[in-house]
């Protein structure tokens, strides 16, 4: 072994000292000598940019792009994507600029470092729409060229390696955003060792009970199925060499702690229930060694009924090929097994990457624009997308679900999300032809559009002149891209109709908060708001919230807070409230900001009849065994009971306290099981905590769970805490999340 001057050997000096030779091993092998040199100059310039700053695990931060150029490198990227890769934070943290790193390693490496730079920083913590628009950002950017994600995937998978020098909140808001956004991301790439990585990953600080428990598990019995994997290898190895298979690799082929937590939920199984933690690969030289594999195999052991799949014939759309298979082995052993050439693994692992061809001087041929169509469909769709829960939930939902394969006439595969219908193929062909779909056949039979398809199904979509949508499609349509297409259709043929629904909604909405405006000081108000909320005018806004497509609390919201200051203070001294002191006595007491007079320690709770806010006039109802409940004076149900002589002793004065807290706004996002009722006991959970409800919105998902969200009116960490809790315990409900947006 070589050592340096000092007699150190290379791999006992610092990373950020490494020469690029030693970091990444064969590079003159693999690169011309002066793209060797590139690379070489990127590497000093990025320990040189980064000089003096520190990451929170102590280390120079040099070694955050080294890492992540070594993990392109193991991708087998091109020089352009290693330099990027290595100054991929030189334009955000240095006072490196695009011109310089133009000027220094070309505009190609120049570009991917802004890319990379633009897309920003995701946090569940952030609002939601900021984080919207760097999800769009990232998606446009990936149009434009694939390895500034690539790029991006490498940064996620490093940080998410050195996740435990942050504070705990932070680990746990990164690997939310890693576990919904970028592993499906890094799977649709086709990219599954980073996928698997990125999933374990997370769910070591979402689930650490779960990871531990399966941790645990693998590591107790994992000689045990070491020694069944090498039987099976053995005996797979003899067999195909006795039928005159060429094979070139056995292998055992490991499970990741995710995706068996994730069989575990979602066929609600014990450890010990997962019966296919066995698998074996096998690599074979050509596609119909691979063939004769599958029938040697099958004729030596039971394969389980629906167990195998085909995806050589029908690839996925991430470009993975294989066949899979599950047989009953040796010794009764359940074991799963996939078949694929040399190529077909190499995409399998690497996906997007794999297929990433560079020649110098040359510009781009990486031979992608047909695989991956689902990204053109995004970037189509994404320009018209406003409401960011439904962008968000497109992306966790049909973008990122599991498939189905079907035809059309012609022998073209359709790729759709598991539960899509004929109307979705049919907005998945060209919008056109779902525009002006009027009927099907499938598998040459006439079935409705609402017809649910499976893999193999033959579709034929009838088309007429005068077809258009009806708003009954968006019951059945199942992806984002159909769904949004409907709307497109509907909102821009019904555009007076939306547009007098909407105005009329804000205006009714605005004197239940006692609000007089009119039309033109209503439109001046919303003008600077046009940005925001993604529209070009007034008319607009009152077209979308006619429509159903933003929310009438939004706007409503927007109105009031340009308001001029006197006015709103003018306005709430004209709203009737109940003289109390301002402090709490002996004699009332401070709960939830409202003032109770007469009563000590009493639980308060808010009327889910009438909502009462800061502000409105109040009046106390004593309920037994639930304490005091909170309604507004002209609340027809406390006039209701008000009017029964028995309740006298039971109606009380209470006033909002004014030295309160202001409200904050969060964003409670909940997944549960799917059942009658959930919405309303969520909904129910909140409200019996005095929180108000701004908007709330509810998706049904593919695997028998319900994404509802919340955005309410807090007034304390307590409170949050409170209510969070509450979520918890309410029945079915599997995952909460939260995020704050500041004082409403």
């Known amino acids: 072994m070589t050592t340096g001057v000092s007699g150190i050997t290379p791999a006992q000096r610092p990373v950020e000292e490494q020469s690029a030779a030693e970091l990444f091993p064969k590079l003159e092998e693999r690169f011309e000598p002066r793209q060797v040199k590139l690379i070489e100059r990127a590497l000093a310039t990025a320990v040189e940019a980064h000089a003096g700053q520190v990451r929170r695990s102590g280390l120079p931060y040099a070694t955050h792009p080294i890492a992540v150029a070594q993990i392109l490198y193991d991708l087998q990227m091109d020089s352009t994507s290693i330099c990027a890769g290595l100054l991929h934070d030189a334009l955000e943290d240095t006072p490196l600029t695009h011109e310089g790193l133009a000027a220094e390693f070309g505009e190609d490496v120049a570009a991917l470092v802004e890319g990379v730079t633009k897309i920003g920083v995701l946090s569940s913590q952030g609002k939601m729409r900021r984080q919207v ?18 790029i991006k995937l490498a940064d996620r998978l490093h940080n998410m390696r050195t996740l435990r020098w942050l504070q705990p909140d932070r680990r746990v808001a990164i690997s939310q955003d890693t576990v919904e956004v970028f592993a499906p991301l890094a799977s649709r790439l086709g990219m599954a060792r980073i996928k698997s990585d990125l999933e374990d990953l997370s769910m070591r600080w979402l689930q650490p009970e779960a990871y531990e428990y399966i941790a645990a598990k693998v590591a107790r019995g994992r000689a045990h199925r070491e020694k069944l994997v090498e039987r099976f290898v053995t005996f797979l190895q003899d067999l195909l060499q006795e039928s005159q298979i060429p094979v070139a690799e056995i292998s055992g082929r490991p499970k990741h702690f995710h995706s068996i937590w994730m069989k575990m939920k979602r066929q609600g199984l014990s450890f010990d229930e997962v019966f296919d933690l066995l ?12 063939y004769d594999c599958i029938g040697v195999i099958h004729g030596e052991w039971k394969p389980l009924p629906g167990r195998f799949k085909d995806y050589i014939a029908v690839p996925k759309e991430n470009m993975y090929q294989s066949l899979h298979t599950t047989v009953v082995g040796i010794g009764g052993e359940i074991v799963e097994i ?16 794999a297929h990433w061809k560079y020649k110098e001087g040359h510009g781009r041929e990486h031979e992608l624009d047909d695989k991956l169509v689902w990204l053109r469909q995004m970037v189509d769709w994404i320009q018209d997308v406003r409401d960011p829960s439904e962008f968000l939930d497109a992306l966790r939902g049909d973008v990122f679900a599991d498939t189905v394969f079907c035809f059309t006439p012609q022998g073209d595969v359709i790729e759709l999300p598991q539960g899509s219908t004929v109307i979705d193929f049919a907005f998945a062909i060209h919008s056109q032809v779902g525009n002006t779909c009027v009927g099907a056949r499938v598998n040459k039979k006439m079935a409705p559009l609402r017809t649910e398809l499976h893999s193999g199904d033959l579709v034929e979509i009838i088309t007429a002149k005068n077809g258009h949508p009806t708003r009954d499609w968006l019951e059945f349509a199942k992806t984002n891209r159909a769904r949004n297409k409907i709307r497109h259709h509907l909102r821009t043929e019904n555009q007076e109709a939306n547009v007098a629904a909407g105005r009329e909604a804000i205006l009714r909405a605005l004197r239940g908060r006692h609000v007089s405006l009119s039309g ?3 439109a001046e108000r919303l003008a600077p708001h046009l940005t925001s909320l993604r529209v070009r005018s007034v008319e607009e806004i009152f077209a979308e919230v006619g429509f159903g497509s933003m929310h009438l609390n939004t706007v409503v919201n927007r109105i009031l807070e340009s308001e001029p200051r006197e006015e709103r203070t003018a306005e709430r001294r004209r709203r009737p409230r109940t003289a109390l002191p301002s402090k709490p006595t002996a004699d009332g007491v401070t709960v939830n900001g409202v003032m109770v007079a007469g009563v000590g320690n009493a639980m308060v709770r808010f009327g889910s009849c009438c909502v009462p806010m800061p502000g409105d006039a109040i009046t106390g109802f004593v309920t037994r065994g639930r304490g005091v409940t909170i309604h507004k004076t002209s ?16 109606i009380i004065d209470v006033a909002w306290d004014s030295s309160a807290q202001p409200a904050q706004t969060v964003e409670i996002r909940a997944v549960a099981r799917d059942r009658t009722g959930l ?10 905590r005095g929180i108000f409800i701004e908007s709330s919105s509810s ?30 315990r309410v029945k079915g409900v599997v995952e909460l999340t939260c995020s704050g947006r500041g004082p409403a």
């Open 133 to 150: 628009e760097s999800l769009r950002k990232m998606i446009l950017a990936m149009s434009r060229d694939i390895r500034v994600v690539i």
């Open 279 to 290: 698998a074996i690969r096998i690599i074979t030289e050509t596609v119909s060694d691979c």
């Open 338 to 353: 996939q078949i694929r050439t040399r190529d077909m693994h190499r995409v399998s692992e690497m996906g997007v990457a």
């Open 520 to 522: 033109d000081e209503i």
């Open 635 to 650: 609340c027809p149900s406390l006039l209701r009971m008000k009017a029964n002589p028995q309740n006298a002793g039971r």
């Open 679 to 688: 919405l309303a006991d969520v909904s129910n959970a909140i409200t019996a």
């Open 699 to 728: 998706r049904s998902n593919r695997d028998a769970t319900a994404t509802l969200r919340f955005t309410l009116l807090v007034r304390s960490a307590n409170q949050l805490n409170a209510v969070m809790e509450q979520l918890r």
